[in-house]
């Protein structure tokens, strides 16, 4: 199981960037893909973004594409989300997530579907004024 820990969340106008940070410990960090989940106040939780064990492949959803950014670096078993761009609808408590790269995905799931990550982080606030 690895440990997940959030931090970069805070307040900003809409238009500003934040940049959140997932560290990770307790396992080979090049094992796990990541992922970024978010929940708004009385909605479901949503996916994000994610990203492959390399690095090499990255998956966002519709509503953040080409304003948000995944990355990681595997030398210090950390992921970031690039936040630009941002919106009053991008308020939300936002969760880092974790999974095997060996689980290969089963036919019509994708990245999406919160049941396939393992490991989930307390999550870091943030919060887009108009």
């Known amino acids: 199981q690895v440990q997940l820990v959030e931090s970069g969340g805070g307040s900003v106008q809409a238009g500003g960037s934040l940049t959140l940070s997932c560290g990770a410990s307790?396992?080979?960090?090049?094992?796990?893909?990541m992922g970024w989940f978010r929940q708004a106040p009385g909605k479901e939780r949503e996916f994000v973004a994610a990203i492959n064990w390399s690095g090499e492949r990255t998956f966002y959803a519709d509503a953040v594409k080409g304003r948000f950014t995944i990355s990681r670096d595997n030398g210090k078993n950390t992921a970031l989300l690039q936040m630009n761009s941002l919106k009053p609808e991008d308020t939300a408590l936002y969760s880092c997530?974790?999974?095997?790269?060996?689980?290969?995905?089963?036919?019509?799931?994708?990245?999406?579907?919160?049941?396939?990550?393992?490991?989930w982080g307390q999550g870091t606030q943030v919060t887009v004024s108009s």
């Open positions: 307790g396992v080979a960090f090049i094992s796990f893909e």
């Open positions: 997530v974790a999974r095997l790269a060996t689980n290969l995905l089963q036919i019509g799931t994708t990245y999406e579907d919160l049941r396939i990550w393992s490991d």
